[in-house]
T-cell receptor, first 113, second 111 residues
Framework: NAGVTQTPKFQVLKTGQSMTLQCAQD?????MSWYRQDPGMGLRLIHY???????DQGEVPNGYNVSRSTTEDFPLRLLSAAPSQTSVYFC????????????FGNGTRLTVT | KNEVEQSPQNLTAQEGEFITINCSYS?????LHWLQQHPGGGIVSLFM???GKKKHGRLIATINIQEKHSSLHITASHPRDSAVYIC?????????????FGKGTHLIIQP
């Protein structure tokens, strides 16, 4: 099994550009989530989904959009990148959200100049 | 805001030493997770527990619900254990169906 696949690994954007971070899992997990990791701070939840067609906001949702059209895929969209969105982004999936072990992708290092 | 506090922030030890990393949280939880993040950046789930103790190889995780405290122990530490160890809790009740993460403990095991 591939587990959770995140692409790209690295990305540099200019302020105002848009992009989509891709996340796919092959474990048939209902729960998927996006986190950002910044120096000196714990991982923070951006958006999450408890199943296809269902998404909700996490702790830091501003500037990001998500959709969940299939169980496997959960893309994260930056509509107009800002320097404050420079971070490392992780996608994760699990069977039952916080009540089951999380499986993480390898992360995307995003720099916005 | 529900907090997760980890200690120590940084820990350097010699190979073979017994390591303890602590995690404290503020209110009732549904589950507590211990994660490992290697220098390459990938994050791996080590344990998920809601009571008692779990053991996997040289790693042991314990939780005391009454004291709102968990510990991660590493026996016979080895340089390959060098990583950031992250505690995360799933708080009971409503709100975002996610986890609150500690800032991590940066562990270095010297040969």
């Amino acid at each position: 099994n591939a587990g959770v696949t995140q692409t790209p690994k690295f990305q540099v954007l200019k302020t105002g550009q848009s992009m989509t971070l891709q996340c796919a899992q092959d474990m048939n997990h209902e729960y998927m989530s996006w986190y950002r990791q910044d120096p000196g701070m714990g991982l923070r939840l951006i958006h999450y989904s408890v199943g296809a067609g269902i998404t909700d906001q996490g702790e830091v949702p501003n500037g990001y959009n998500v959709s969940r059209s299939t169980t496997e895929d959960f893309p994260l969209r930056l509509l107009s990148a800002a320097p404050s969105q420079t971070s490392v982004y992780f996608c994760a999936s699990s069977d039952r959200g916080r009540r089951s072990p999380l499986h993480f992708g390898n992360g995307t290092r995003l720099t916005v100049t | 805001k529900n907090e997760v506090e980890q200690s120590p922030q940084n820990l350097t030890a010699q190979e073979g030493e017994f390591i303890t990393i602590n995690c404290s949280y503020s209110v009732g939880i549904s589950a507590l997770h211990w994660l490992q993040q290697h220098p390459g950046g990938g994050i791996v789930s080590l344990f998920m527990l809601s009571s008692g103790k779990k053991k996997h190889g040289r790693l042991i995780a314990t939780i005391n619900i009454q004291e709102k405290h968990s510990s991660l122990h590493i026996t016979a530490s080895h340089p390959r254990d060098s990583a950031v160890y992250i505690c995360a809790v799933g708080y009971s009740g409503g709100g975002a169906d996610g986890l609150t993460f500690g800032k991590g403990t940066h562990l270095i095991i010297q040969p």
